[in-house]
């Protein structure tokens, strides 16, 4: 089946513009997590979406950042007013469930760059 | 503060041969430990578990091993391939505040595996 798309691949801002990135799960999951992954860095944890639930924002490093996720499908990040600190690829993941032992099954992500 | 380490940033094997990854973590709250692989240009894919109920796991050509007392884990890949070249990324949950979803990355280490 199809797995977890995102787009766009490549998105290229100048700073202080507004962006939003877009994330499709996999269908039937029911958990989704945005992380990114900074220059010579890990994944860092952005926000977690389950269900009907408040999402865990616990990640956002900013209240430039917000996300949101319609029907409990599709997610949507935007960044508002973006910093060139902001560039990184950003990565969006979904589970069947929302414990540890669940699988993340991540897209490819959409590397920004802010200029 | 980095919660889970990579110390190596890159490893190179002969075809055939063991390839060794090495992760340390820091919080004893975790409690579930996985690998994800990553080719250039796509998200990471998961490869291998563990749970801290256990200190090996086996699947094919990968095992993971865990040593709860030294906060350790390590990748083995035996034989390695060339087709294993990419970053490998050591990963934790556990139930810290109940967000055991949430997964804290090491920075990646680079496996090559030459022909």
């Known amino acids: 089946g199809a797995g977890v798309s995102q787009s766009p691949s490549n998105k290229v801002t100048e700073k202080g513009k507004d962006v939003e990135l877009r994330c499709d799960p996999i269908s039937g999951h029911t958990a989704l997590y945005w992380y990114r992954q900074s220059l010579g860095q890990g994944l860092e944890f952005l926000i977690y979406?389950?269900?009907?639930?408040?999402?865990?924002k616990s990640g956002l490093p900013s209240d430039r950042f917000s996300a949101e996720r319609t029907g409990g499908s599709v997610s949507t990040l935007t960044i508002q007013r973006t910093q060139q600190e902001d560039s990184a690829v950003y990565l969006c993941?979904?589970?069947?469930?929302?414990?540890?032992?669940?699988?993340?099954?991540f897209g490819p992500g959409t590397r920004l760059t802010v200029t | 503060d980095q919660q889970v380490k990579q110390n190596s940033p890159s490893l190179s094997v002969q075809e055939g041969r063991i390839s060794i990854l090495n992760c340390d973590y820091t919080?004893?709250?975790?409690?579930?430990f996985l690998w994800y692989k990553k080719y250039p240009a796509e998200g990471p894919t998961f490869l291998i578990s563990?749970?801290?109920?256990?200190d090996k796991n086996e699947d094919g050509r990968f095992t993971v091993f865990l040593n709860k007392s030294a906060k350790h884990l390590s990748l083995h890949i035996v034989p390695s391939q060339p087709g294993d070249s990419a970053v490998y990324f050591c990963a934790a949950s556990g139930n810290s505040g109940g967000s055991n979803y949430k997964l804290t990355f090491g920075k990646g280490t680079l496996l090559t595996v030459n022909p």
């Open positions: 919080n004893s709250m975790f409690d579930y």
């Open positions: 979406f389950q269900g009907n639930s408040a999402p865990d």
């Open positions: 993941a979904s589970s069947e469930g929302a414990s540890g032992g669940y699988e993340q099954y």
């Open positions: 563990i749970s801290s109920i256990k």
